[in-house]
């Protein structure tokens, strides 16, 4: 840690160092995943679709806390580099869901190693039990109802 008074007064600042891990931390994946052409937002709808059967694009925004209009521009991306696609909904056919392509999945699968890395590098300070409990800790605080 800095020195520097000015530093010292925002280390004691939790929500301050959160804000600066997250700006690291999202610096980091995004360079990982520049290679692909994506961002780390490409990269957390990619990773919601692997989780569903196909999602509309409002259930998109609503759970990964994207503005709606922003979706639509992440889906044409993903469209584009063919690793999302939007399919008639079976249940309404007036309606599109999203999906991910097999090559979402792959792309998934090569970058996992990219993602560890990233997080090791982070979390390179901590032991493997103090990673284990920071890990609990955010899961607690991004459950839903955590977050107002």
């Not at 804000?19 to 692909?36: I, M, P």
């Not at 509309?56 to 609503?62: H, P, S, T, W």
Request: net charge negative.
């Amino acid at each position: 840690m800095s020195d520097e008074p000015w530093m010292r007064g925002l280390h004691t600042d939790t929500g301050y160092l959160l804000y600066r891990l997250g700006l690291r931390s999202g610096s980091l994946f995004n360079a990982g995943l520049e290679q692909h052409g994506l961002r780390l937002r490409h990269y957390a709808v990619l990773r919601y679709l692997a989780t569903v059967e196909g999602a509309r694009q409002r259930e998109l925004a609503d759970r990964l806390g994207y503005d709606p209009s922003a979706i639509v521009s992440l889906l044409d991306d993903l469209q584009r580099l063919e690793l999302a696609e939007r399919k008639p909904d079976p249940s309404d056919r007036r309606n599109r869901i999203v999906v991910l392509t097999a090559a979402g999945r792959e792309l998934l699968r090569d970058s996992e190693q990219d993602g560890a890395q990233v997080t090791d590098a982070l979390l390179a300070p901590l032991s493997t039990e103090e990673r284990g409990t920071l890990h609990a800790l955010l899961l607690r605080i991004a459950e839903p109802g955590g977050e107002d």
